[in-house]
């Protein structure tokens, strides 16, 4: 039988995916790449194939493994249907990226919104090279080598679809753990989830790496344990922090942020490199820029990063304080002055 053409054969395609809804200008679904259960994925018609592209940064031959599709599914034609940005695509990435971020220093409101809220440094979002588009921020993404990868927009106070990436651009860590300073190599550097939380933590002095996302959820059985690298976490990444003497890695306060780094200590104690994972504390889905709202002054952020200092030299020499350690930085991220007679926490009884 001859494959469907057109129409037919986008109605044959869609049959593949789960939580199928029509948009304004492409249909919606639920990306199987990374497990996502709102409509990450937008599918519609090209005028040589099927055009597919997830907003969480899968790359489309993932997506379509997951899916049970073949290139030839989704193409009109003989050729599949990839696109590499070109040269010029990178250097009107970099430049975009350059203006947004001078635009950012130029925007007291915005600046004084995400200091207030997230507890966001402006020296911070300047030295990571963040800007601002007029309505998301930017923040550019670079490969190993520093060469302009990707310009991702980020909005933290959407509920739904906060990052978009790129068409065609895959994710990536950010920033690139080759570029992070060495002056900070001899601490270690921190592993969280989420651009955002690295910004946090280099908000209050301490160098982080941002993976994209969560991994694929565990199938639950045992003989098929599920896939543990996806979006957020690739095995060949592992050799890409080569160099730093400790990684500490700090999931989320849930399932999947638990697994995508465990996946990630696995990979990385594989590859010889010395790590080891930080819990968070918190309310489920919680993470260290929750935990670090309202380190929004100098003093609160310096009392932020002793907090950090105090869970990871509490995990790595007295675990068995741990959880004290744990209840001890939720109460300091959840102190408020208004909070009286409560007093702020005192970390001096926690070494670092």
């Given at each position: 039988?001859?494959?469907?053409?057109?129409?037919?054969r986008?109605?044959?395609v869609?049959?593949?995916?789960?939580?199928?809804?029509a948009?304004?200008?492409a249909?919606?679904?639920q990306?199987?790449?990374?497990?996502?259960?709102?409509?990450?994925?937008?599918?519609?018609?090209?005028?040589?194939?099927?055009?597919i592209?997830?907003?969480?940064g899968?790359?489309?031959?993932?997506?379509?493994?997951?899916?049970g599709l073949?290139?030839?599914d989704i193409?009109?034609g003989?050729?599949?249907?990839?696109r590499?940005a070109s040269?010029?695509?990178?250097?009107?990435?970099?430049?975009?990226a350059?203006?947004?971020?001078?635009?950012?220093?130029?925007?007291p409101?915005?600046?004084?919104?995400?200091?207030?809220?997230?507890?966001?440094?402006?020296?911070a979002l300047?030295?990571?090279?963040?800007?601002w588009d007029?309505e998301r921020?930017?923040?550019p993404?670079?490969?190993?080598e520093?060469?302009p990868?990707?310009?991702?927009?980020?909005?933290?106070?959407?509920?739904?679809?906060?990052?978009?990436?790129g068409e065609?651009?895959?994710?990536?860590p950010?920033?690139?753990?080759?570029?992070?300073?060495?002056?900070?190599?001899?601490?270690?550097l921190?592993v969280v989830?989420?651009e955002?939380?690295?910004?946090?933590?280099?908000?209050?002095?301490?160098?982080?790496?941002?993976l994209p996302?969560s991994v694929?959820?565990?199938?639950?059985?045992?003989?098929?344990?599920g896939?543990?690298q996806g979006?957020?976490?690739?095995k060949?990444?592992?050799?890409?922090?080569?160099g730093?003497?400790?990684?500490?890695?700090?999931?989320?306060?849930?399932?999947?942020?638990?697994?995508l780094m465990?996946?990630?200590?696995?990979?990385?104690?594989f590859?010889?490199?010395?790590?080891?994972t930080?819990p968070t504390?918190g309310?489920?889905?919680w993470?260290l820029?929750?935990?670090l709202r309202?380190?929004?002054?100098?003093?609160?952020r310096?009392?932020?990063?002793?907090?950090?200092?105090?869970?990871?030299?509490?995990?790595?020499?007295?675990?068995?304080?741990?959880?004290?350690?744990?209840?001890?930085?939720?109460?300091?991220?959840?102190?408020?002055?208004?909070?009286?007679?409560?007093?702020?926490?005192a970390f001096?009884?926690?070494?670092?």
């Amino acid at each position: 039988m001859d494959a469907p053409v057109g129409g037919d054969r986008l109605t044959a395609v869609l049959s593949h995916f789960q939580g199928v809804r029509a948009g304004a200008s492409a249909f919606r679904a639920q990306c199987p790449a990374h497990g996502s259960t709102g409509g990450t994925l937008a599918i519609s018609e090209g005028d040589a194939w099927i055009l597919i592209h997830c907003f969480a940064g899968c790359d489309v031959a993932d997506v379509l493994k997951a899916a049970g599709l073949t290139w030839k599914d989704i193409a009109y034609g003989d050729k599949p249907p990839r696109r590499r940005a070109s040269k010029a695509d990178k250097r009107d990435q970099a430049i975009e990226a350059s203006l947004c971020a001078a635009r950012l220093m130029e925007e007291p409101r915005v600046l004084e919104r995400v200091r207030q809220a997230r507890g966001w440094a402006k020296g911070a979002l300047k030295q990571l090279g963040v800007g601002w588009d007029g309505e998301r921020f930017t923040i550019p993404v670079t490969d190993k080598e520093g060469k302009p990868h990707d310009v991702l927009r980020y909005d933290p106070f959407r509920d739904r679809f906060k990052m978009l990436a790129g068409e065609g651009c895959s994710r990536q860590p950010w920033p690139a753990p080759e570029t992070v300073s060495t002056l900070y190599r001899s601490r270690g550097l921190f592993v969280v989830e989420g651009e955002g939380t690295a910004i946090s933590l280099a908000s209050v002095g301490l160098p982080a790496v941002a993976l994209p996302g969560s991994v694929g959820r565990p199938s639950g059985d045992v003989r098929r344990p599920g896939r543990f690298q996806g979006v957020g976490w690739h095995k060949t990444w592992a050799k890409r922090f080569y160099g730093h003497r400790r990684v500490y890695l700090v999931p989320d306060a849930d399932e999947q942020g638990r697994t995508l780094m465990a996946a990630v200590e696995h990979d990385m104690r594989f590859d010889g490199i010395n790590c080891v994972t930080i819990p968070t504390a918190g309310p489920k889905g919680w993470d260290l820029g929750d935990m670090l709202r309202r380190a929004h002054d100098l003093e609160t952020r310096r009392q932020g990063k002793e907090m950090i200092r105090m869970l990871v030299s509490t995990a790595t020499r007295q675990p068995d304080r741990l959880e004290d350690a744990q209840q001890m930085a939720l109460a300091w991220a959840e102190w408020t002055p208004q909070a009286a007679p409560v007093e702020a926490p005192a970390f001096e009884a926690f070494q670092w």
